[in-house]
């Protein structure tokens, strides 16, 4: 499974600062530069001074380990981030109250789903000659919702934005939570390995509202194309 959240870089700030809050499988053990290499005697997550220094140390962003994930964490202005690769078998409630945790706050997108979901939702991969291309399209947030996946958690400002019919994608999930900063977190089926047999309702759904992406709309402009730079320019255009 992975979850993602975006925000600008002051709130992804203030949310790892509250990590403690987090449910215990995901609050970090250890902080590291690298996703490999964690020194755990002397690099134990704890927001402390130390900590506090090598995050100055590293502006960029840096990684998180967790018993259950490897967080990493991206400091770009707007474009802020946190990722999270869980590597193990953890209860769905607590991605609920993860989702939850983030929904609290002024975070502006965020997803969890199974990894193989998000490819079908943001990756195209065609075959050109003897090579096998691939290229992820429409996760950038900044014209639409990059798709619908297990979870959603999406913020006023973007449901406002982009015209997104909420109304529909709520008509159509299993369950619905309501936050006071505007932000609803949408579960739209109850296990998050069965994505496939619930695929041609959320592709119905994003193919229906300008507000969120669909990867089929690049299909059509690229299936004549046997070039790749051709391939790639027309891609780069649903960044």
């Known amino acids: 499974m992975i979850i993602q959240i ?11 600062s509250e990590f403690s809050n987090l449910p215990s499988e995901f609050i970090p053990k250890y902080f590291s530069e690298n996703e490999t290499g964690i020194d755990k005697k002397n690099n134990i997550f704890e927001y402390t001074d130390k900590f506090c220094d090598f995050i100055e140390e590293n502006p960029l962003g840096y990684f998180l380990h967790a018993k259950s994930s490897t967080v990493d964490v991206s400091l770009s202005g707007d474009k802020s981030s946190l990722f999270f690769d869980v590597k193990m078998k953890i209860p769905l409630r607590n991605v609920d109250e993860l989702l939850c945790f983030f929904a609290k706050r002024n975070v502006t997108y965020g997803y969890a789903c199974d990894w193989d979901e ?9 075959q050109i ?37 909420k109304d529909n ?3 159509n999930s ?3 939570k ?18 496939e047999s619930y695929a041609p309702i959320l592709d119905s759904i994003c193919e229906v509202d300008a507000g969120i992406f669909s990867k089929w709309e690049v299909f059509d402009e690229i299936d004549s194309t046997d070039n790749q730079n ?6 780069l255009k649903y960044p």
């Open 6 to 16: 975006l925000g600008s870089e002051g709130e992804i700030r203030k949310c790892v």
């Open 118 to 126: 998000r490819k079908y939702r943001n990756l195209i991969v065609k």
């Open 129 to 165: 000659g003897n090579s096998k291309i691939h290229q992820w399209v429409g996760r950038s947030v900044n014209h639409h919702l990059p798709g619908l996946y297990w979870c959603n958690l999406i913020s006023k400002n973007l449901i406002e934005n982009f015209i997104v019919d």
């Open 169 to 171: 994608i709520i008509n």
């Open 174 to 176: 299993l369950d619905v």
């Open 178 to 195: 309501y936050f006071d900063t505007g932000t609803v977190v949408i579960k739209m089926f109850d296990e998050p390995l069965d994505w």
């Open 230 to 235: 051709d391939f790639f320019k027309k891609c």
